[in-house]
């Protein structure tokens, strides 16, 4: 394995790592290892309607394992964001289905499978693993170009993230520990993501990124996650390995 | 009912609230109320070993709307702090105990029973559904004088908060609603709080603020919580209507 670490002194300490089991995640997570984190995976069951992806984070997290060498520890917590409602992820609103990506570009800047608040819920998870465990690093495969209408995925949301963590725990304020939130693919489009996955030898094919998947996890191929995969994939010049329904 | 709004604009304003049960968020309800907004309550499930501050905040939610005469919608949220571990609150470690309140200044810092994350966790739920409610007021109970050794519950963080959580939503990027984070107790004394309440006609009779109560409810008396709960009523001169173990 290509070892992209810049910084020896990162070797081995631990990471919380956020792994939802789709496309961008899968590329955190084999970054995060690449550049020597001892990596710890976290994944909710978030009131989703489908259990696909947690599927999917689960083999994600086992083919890393497999292929580093490196257990890698996997909690999946359930939250009710469901309970509080406001989108098609989570709430009984219809995932949109197009004919093409073109026609992304004609939507309101924020579909309706944006859900409230949900980046900054699964840092804070994420924040309270790392105070327990110790670590000072948090991973998050947020992505700005392909996602710019989420505001919770953009680099000053992050900065404001991380600015707050410092503030938020007992590590950060006693013991002078600097937690840093890596978000690696914030600025890749889907193609370079998945470029620097195929360099990481990450197996797409595990990975499911549908909103809206058949009950075999079979993916729609017309959901707004499934036509930006499918043209990430033409861009980089690389075999799509999704399996539709 | 005393109206403490210094605002009238903010009459009928929807305001998320978080009810932990306790005696302070109680006194941050009633006050919210006094204020003019329009409530939801919020609170969690979090893996605690004890049910009965739940059945204090819905008690103490009921009790806010028959008096104010206004419906107060509550909603509980189980999360799973628990599994992260590493508190006394969640864990399995054991709450500690003292002679007198005097003994908690020997104490380090942070006590056992800070949760890592919690209030980070908490606002960040509370900032999902105010977006969902289209609210821009989230109120927490926080306390920097008696709870000094907790870092969330500090001034500078909840602003670090409010900023982040203002690059965070939809509601606050795309349509200009500006969220605020009102912690109206952070610089209070317990027994201030406690004099607030009292002008609210908040029954603290109802709450419950001990970190290891009998099966029926009772408050142990001993705990670092139960402690500084019984000095703030000595020290407001006013009757301790706790029903001890």
Known sequence: MEDTATDSSIDGRVAVVLVSGGLDSATVLAAAVADGYDCRALSFRYGQR???????????????SA???????????????????????????????????????DEDSIPVTYVPARNTVFLSFALAWAE???A????????????????????????????????????A???????????????????????LGEQLGVDY????????????????GTCDSCLLRAAGFRAAGVADPTRYA
């Open 50 to 64: 489908h259990a696909v992806e947690l599927d999917a984070a689960a083999r994600v997290v086992a083919a890393e």
């Open 67 to 105: 292929r580093s060498g490196r257990r890698i520890v996997h909690e999946v917590v359930d939250i009710d964001l469901g309970r509080l409602g406001g989108s098609a992820l989570t709430a009984d609103i219809d995932v949109p289905h197009h004919a093409d990506v073109a026609e992304l570009a």
């Open 132 to 134: 327990v465990l110790g």
């Open 136 to 171: 000072a690093d948090i991973f998050i495969g947020v992505n700005a170009v392909d996602y710019s209408g989420y505001p919770d995925c953009r680099p000053e949301y992050l900065a404001a993230f991380e600015t707050m963590a410092n503030l938020a725990t007992k590590a």
């Open 173 to 195: 304020t006693q013991d002078g520990v600097r937690l840093r939130i890596h978000a690696p693919l914030v600025e890749l489009t889907k193609a370079e993501i998945i470029g």
């Open 205 to 220: 094919g595990l990975t499911s990124s549908c909103y809206d998947p058949a009950d075999d996890g079979g993916a729609c």
